[in-house]
């Protein structure tokens, strides 16, 4: 199912990974920061494998959902850091 070539992903397992590797950490994010601010500041650590910078023949999905959270963390690090 992971390990699977891009032309053979079936559409609900992209769609899946994608809600809970990058929605999750969205979501986590878009809830924690409003109590971050209200606390005076705080940190959110992601963790994610390495597939994200180093991507592997048939963790096409994996490999862009990791990159996507990523980017995510970064653009909410700009963001908010300035609170």
């Known amino acids: 199912m992971v390990f699977t070539p891009v032309e053979k992903i079936k559409d609900k397992i992209w769609d899946q990974i994608m809600?809970?590797?990058?929605?999750?950490?969205?979501?986590?994010?878009?809830?924690?920061?409003?109590?971050?601010?209200?606390?005076?500041?705080?940190?959110?650590?992601n963790i994610a494998c390495i597939a994200g910078v180093r991507p592997q023949p048939g963790l096409s999905a994996c490999s862009t959902s990791k990159a996507a959270c990523y980017y995510v963390d970064k653009v909410h690090g700009h963001r908010v850091c300035s609170f």
Request: aromatic share 8%.
């Open 19 to 45: 809600v809970v590797n990058v929605k999750g950490v969205f979501l986590a994010s878009k809830y924690a920061v409003p109590i971050m601010k209200k606390l005076g500041g705080e940190v959110i650590i």
